[in-house]
């Protein structure tokens, strides 16, 4: 590279710009160069000051490059046309096709307008030899129409592609569509005769690099006339205001990539034009047309209306694609809720929902359209339908899935789980998901390999070769070379998964359902028990209860002690029954707590009286077991609870104490005051 007296960087004929050694990391967006059937002027705003210009403006225009810069636009236009140029920046985005008629050294130009970071750009190019009536007259008017009416995408596809070929002239159009990884296969194809067809060729994306597609996305046609022509160099090289490159993404003539010049000449290309297909924000595919005979230009107006077919197109697409998603979806919810039913039937053998499908395996297949199903429960056998692999190999794969419960999907299972090659004839392709829950019940489909065979357009595991100075080549031969892909089953679809997700759905709820009911019939029998229970003990607990009240009475005449030892025990006996009484009500206010109908008794009691209340009870078996208690009991305020409550609770905590303390042991018992609350410590 040489330093220019104007300061600019030039370039000459052995070096470019920028060393190539990435195609995806090269900067196709500022090749500081055109297409030389057109000119490029820069200027600045409001004045419309030229900046930058391309280097053949002498052979357009009759001026030199360096006459034109720092001059402003009125120097080159007539004043209509530089209000033309004011009108279409004025206008909004350039993207409204806003093509002009100028005229400078007396001779008419096409003429696009665009701004971008802050340099306002015309392209000029020499006015197609077509009147304004005729330009205003769409050329695919009835293409437009045309495309409107299909009722598919491969009738639009074949339709589009005779349409460009006829008004733009190329010897070759083609329809090109991406997968979900990038590479292209050609859909449909209009071609001359005697050329090779490459309707049903595929080429992989590296083909396309990243960053050229992102410009399809944001500049949606791009044409090169003559892929053997020479650049023109734009002067200077940066951009005076920002000491940048000049940013042309958004212009149609930028220059071509030495790589993609190259991909042209192996392919035996002299011209093209691509116009993007985007569906939501997607580059879904190309209208790429080719020459092979010659340069092509194309029209401006032509341009402009290719373009537009082009978004149509798009638009086509979308709503073909939603249409044909939208009947699919129709469908499978229809077989999704009739499977539901299924899952709802009471069957004594099962309570696993998802086994219960299985009644019905023709349309759980059909779903998804899989050839095989299984449902694996925990560590269980599998139960299966249709073609699947063993019930072993079924259990492997489970415990590969672990504990995923939402729909998982692959149309290479050996890819992921290098055990299932062994399965390829019948699970290749895996669809499934899992209900959450201990033991996991999981739902898995399979679909069989399908051994395709796929022509590339030359061999993709080829698509480049560095030469010994780095420098990157795409690759020479595009002749069609054949691929025999294995170990793979048809795609899954969006559909199929979310047919998947919506029978889990179903599968969830009806789940959710049938737990609920086995609570409440639980909650039922339970009821049943506690009334049985406590209408039996309290039968014999009322007869428990007079004979101490009637023992409490009694005396021995003569002998006080043993009197006073039998009220004692009268007493004891009372408060026993009363506590049995207790807990039986407690019983019975389980059922009341499910209901949310327990009321609690809450009044003032003194701390001291609620825990003498329980060593009353069971100081006897502190007594047997020579066990102490230490009190430690602070003053404090009455408490509001529940008296009968807290009773029942300190025994119990009491009661357990006496129980794991040795003998000779001693239980300490505590009160702490913390601030509106007391705790009792055992």
Known sequence: MLGGADGSVQMNEEHSLIDLTNCDREPIHIPGSIQPHGVLLV??????????????????????????LTRPLSALFDQSSVEAVRTALSGGPWERA?????????????????????????????????????????PLRQTLIRVQD???????????????????????????????????????????????????????????PQQARQLYLENRLRIIA?????????VPTLRPDTGAPLDLRFAVLRSVSPIHLEYMANMGLRASMSIALVVRDRLWGLISCANHTGPRPVAQYLRVACDFLGRLTSLQIDALEDREAAARRTSSQVTASQLSDAMRTDDDATDNVLE??????????????????????????????????????????????????????????ATQFPAAAVAKNVASGLLTFALPGQPLRRLLWFRPEIVRTVTWGGDPRKPAKRDDSMRLHPRASF???????????????????AAAEDLRRYALEIDLERQVLRASRAVFARDEILAIV???????????????????????????????????????????????????????????????????????????????????????????????????????????????????????????AIKFTPEGGTITLRTERRRSELLIIV
């Open 43 to 68: 200027m600045t705003e409001p004045d419309l000051e030229i900046i930058q210009a391309s280097e053949n403006v002498i052979d357009h225009i009759g001026m030199r490059t360096e006459d034109v």
């Open 98 to 138: 806003n093509a002009i008629r100028i005229v400078t050294s007396g001779k008419p130009f096409d003429a696009i307008v665009h701004r971008h970071e802050g340099a306002a750009i015309v392209e000029l190019e020499p006015a197609s030899a077509v009147s304004a009536e005729d330009m205003e007259h769409h």
């Open 150 to 208: 299909v009722g598919t995408v491969r009738e639009l596809a074949n339709i589009v592609v005779e349409e460009v070929k006829r008004v733009t002239g190329f010897d070759r159009v083609m329809f090109y569509r991406f997968n979900e990884v990038g590479d292209g296969s050609v859909d449909a194809e209009s071609v001359e005769p005697g050329l090779e067809p490459y309707l049903g060729l595929h080429y992989p994306a590296s083909d396309i």
């Open 226 to 234: 003559d892929a053997r022509s020479r650049p023109a160099r734009i």
């Open 356 to 413: 219960k499908l299985l009644a019905r395996s023709g349309e759980l297949l059909r779903l998804v359209d899989a050839e095989g199903v299984a449902v694996v429960e925990g560590t269980g056998k599998p139960i299966t339908a249709g073609r699947t692999p063993p019930p072993a190999f079924i259990q492997e794969i489970a415990k590969w899935l672990e504990d995923r419960t939402s729909p998982f999907s692959t149309a290479s299972l």
């Open 479 to 497: 002749a069609a070379w054949q691929e025999e892909v294995r170990l793979q089953s048809h795609p899954w679809t969006d559909g199929d998964l």
């Open 534 to 656: 406590s209408h039996d003990l309290r039968n014999p607990l009322g007869v428990v209860q007079m004979d101490a009240a009637h023992l409490k009475t009694w005396e021995v005449p003569g002998n006080k002690d043993i009197s006073s030892k039998l009220r004692a025990s009268a007493d004891r006996i009372l408060r026993s029954v009363s506590l049995m009484s207790r807990l039986i009500a407690d019983l019975l206010d389980m059922a009341k707590i499910d209901a949310g109908r327990l009321d609690l008794r809450r009044e003032p009691e003194p701390s001291r009286a609620l825990i003498g209340d329980a060593l009353s009870i069971l100081e006897p078996l502190a007594n047997a077991k020579q066990i102490t208690f230490e009190k430690e009991l602070t003053e404090a305020p009455p408490v509001n609870a529940d008296r009968d409550r807290i009773f029942y609770v300190l025994s119990n905590i009491i009661g357990n």
